[in-house]
């Protein structure tokens, strides 16, 4: 009973101390925030060991991550939400159902992930393209190009480029009621970077 006792006050005592992390001070909830450092850490760990096992590779690994987060489309009263492709490329399309007397803004949206991990069916993703559609009512069209390592540069690029281009022809804009001159290209992280590469490279043709 004794050594049970002190195996699992050890146990309980590193676990403590592979969470904890030092954090600012006046956050409400300072324990989510290092579960959420150390499910990361712990990932990265496991992935880490089993790539030095030969077993895969460390990005497959840690795509699980963006795996688990994957959400079906749904739509409700205020957005329509469909996966389809442009280019054959795909994406996960948002079309506000509120009706203007004026053509839609619009925005193609890039996540970000250092491009070699997550994805326009993540769950904080769908719910960011979702919330700007309904209140910009704007059509977001959410771009998921092929990620690094499997896919090298400029294959995410190219992507990103190829289905902007469709989106900004004639006959899809006036097929989606969008007005031309009101529409961006956004991203985050490396998202934002594909973004201003992208949006160079149309305005340069």
């Not at 990361?40 to 690994?61: C, N, P, Q, W």
Request: proline share 4%; charged share 20%; hydrophobic share 45%.
């Amino acid at each position: 009973m004794g050594g049970k006792f002190f195996f699992f006050l050890v146990a309980s005592a590193l676990l403590a101390y592979y969470i904890y992390r030092p954090v600012p001070e006046n956050l409400e909830e300072p324990w989510k925030l290092m579960l959420l450092d150390a499910s990361f850490r712990s990932l990265m760990h496991a992935a880490t060991i089993v790539e030095k096992l030969g077993l895969g590779h460390y990005m497959d690994v840690i795509n699980l991550y963006t795996i688990i987060e994957y959400i079906a489309p749904t739509s409700d009263e205020k957005v329509i939400v469909t996966d389809t492709e442009f280019s054959h490329v795909p994406v996960r399309l948002y079309i506000p159902t509120k009706q203007e007397d004026v053509l839609k803004r619009a925005m193609i949206f890039i996540h970000g992930g250092g491009w070699c991990i997550g994805s326009a069916y993540m769950k904080s993703y769908d719910l960011l393209s979702r919330w700007t559609s309904e209140r910009l009512t704007a059509v977001v069209v959410s771009v998921d190009y092929r990620l690094a390592p499997k896919y090298r540069f400029p294959v995410a690029f190219e992507d990103v480029y190829s289905v902007a281009k469709y989106f900004l022809q004639s006959s899809i804009l006036k097929k989606y009621n969008v007005d031309p001159s009101r529409i961006g290209i956004a991203g985050d992280s490396a998202g934002g970077n594909l973004a201003a590469a992208v949006t160079q490279q149309v305005l340069s043709h």
